[in-house]
């Protein structure tokens, strides 16, 4: 089941560093999800950005002071308690050493450290700061008892700070920030599953500048593997050439070629509990290689081309307790095509779509598919996003499973 935080009541605690600019885009991050979100500000954030900008953005009033503004009509002095009981979730971007180490020892000497005394819903703390204050061990100290107290912990990124040094302290990107936030809000029903899945285009090479290939963005797999992941699941994710970035704490594995796909398949698939090929392999592949740059000449010229193994029909030759799922690519005869495909290579469940069309095709964020069972069942979902499709697939091996 896919976590929504739409309509979800979330805190966003800033605090005084110099990535706290991220923390505007990570609430409008929120605001496009649907979420409701207050904004709650240290004293030292107000240095490096203004409350109206967060107000304008949230559309609610900004909290930094205990007292501040207690005569104004609506408003009260015990704002931090109502809206840490109202709170489905609460995000600190960035957290500084300083409010954690607040935090960790009890603390309560300001709006947001008091809120967080009183708050009972999940807290995801991001630690930003100068690479040796990361490392400091009194900082350590306070990070483990955070997280023995069971605070979830999004770690910093490793690079160039602002300060000069470079090293861990960064705080990720707002879109990394999201996606921990919906890893931690998710149901673990993946939980100890090892799941498989392939993604993207395979290229043959013609000669060292020119290959066969398709239009496959790699979305849908990699939306599957990015569900799969934030359902608890350990997921490795084979994946033809693409423009995507690698979804967070998945193990990754890039190939060129239908041959270097079928090797990394068949080396990791006793391993997996649940293979899910969404790769748009190639068929064929040229029987010769140029070594150089073929070059203009002939009005016309042939290329003779032999089969690629077809690496699905051989994962259903070896399967044994593994749930295994295909994608149908079609032009025409979706459903005929797809029962084929189902059958011939036994497979338990095969999405099927029409890849002419702009809102199911290659490279599209949407998907409209016709699931079709090995019990020999249908379901026709309407069109969705990747990532909304990717769950109910998931949904749906959750209930084989």
């Not at 501040?68 to 002095?77: C, E, F, G, L, T």
């Not at 799969?228 to 350990?234: F, L, N, S, V």
């Not at 699905?312 to 495909?341: M, P, S, Y």
Request: hydrophobic share 40%; proline share 4%.
């Amino acid at each position: 089941m896919q976590t929504k935080i739409e309509n979800k009541n979330i805190v966003l605690g800033v605090c005084g560093g110099i990535a706290a600019y991220k923390s505007v885009e990570l609430l409008r991050l929120l605001n496009k999800q649907g979420a409701k979100v207050r904004v709650v500000m240290t004293q030292n954030a107000r240095s490096f950005i203004g409350p109206l900008t967060f107000e304008a953005l949230s559309g609610n009033p900004v909290c930094f002071d205990l007292f501040q503004n207690i005569d104004r009509k609506n408003d009260a002095s015990i704002r931090h308690i109502d809206w840490a009981r109202d709170a489905d979730v609460v995000i600190i971007a960035p957290a500084t050493a300083n409010i954690i180490g607040k935090i960790a020892n009890g603390i309560a000497d300001d709006a947001l450290t008091t809120l967080m005394l009183a708050v009972t819903a999940p807290v995801l703390l991001c630690p930003s700061m100068n690479t040796q204050m990361y490392a400091n061990k009194a900082f350590c100290r306070n990070l483990s008892t955070l997280r023995d107290d069971g605070y979830f912990i999004v770690e910093p990124e490793a690079g160039e700070l602002a300060c000069g040094d470079s090293g861990p302290g960064r705080l990720p990107e707002p879109k990394d920030i999201l996606d921990r936030l919906l890893y931690r809000l998710a149901q673990k029903d993946l939980k100890n599953k090892k799941v498989l899945v392939t993604a993207g285009p395979t290229r043959e090479p013609i000669d060292p500048v020119r290959f066969i290939s398709n239009p496959s963005s790699g979305k849908m797999g990699y939306s599957i593997a990015k569900a799969a992941e934030h359902r608890g699941a350990k997921v490795v994710l084979i994946s033809g050439p693409t423009n995507l970035l690698d979804p967070i704490n998945v193990e990754v594995i890039k190939v060129e070629t239908a041959k270097e796909m079928a090797r990394a398949v068949f080396e990791r698939m006793e391993d997996a509990n649940i293979i899910i090929k969404t790769a748009a392999v190639s068929d064929y592949r040229p029987v010769k290689l140029e070594k150089q740059k073929i070059k203009k000449g002939k009005d016309e010229i042939s290329l003779f081309l032999k089969k690629n193994q077809d690496i699905l029909k051989e994962l259903g030759r070896k399967k044994k307790d593994q749930i295994l799922v295909g994608f149908a690519a079609e032009t025409e005869n979706l459903e005929i095509n797809a029962e084929k495909k189902l059958a011939e290579k036994k497979l338990d469940i095969i999405a099927a779509n029409l890849v002419n069309r702009s809102s199911s095709g290659f490279g599209s964020d949407t998907n409209k598919v016709v699931l079709l069972y090995k019990d020999k069942t249908r379901e026709a979902l309407p069109e969705m996003l990747k990532d909304d499709l990717a769950h109910i697939l998931l949904d749906r091996i959750v209930k084989i499973l």
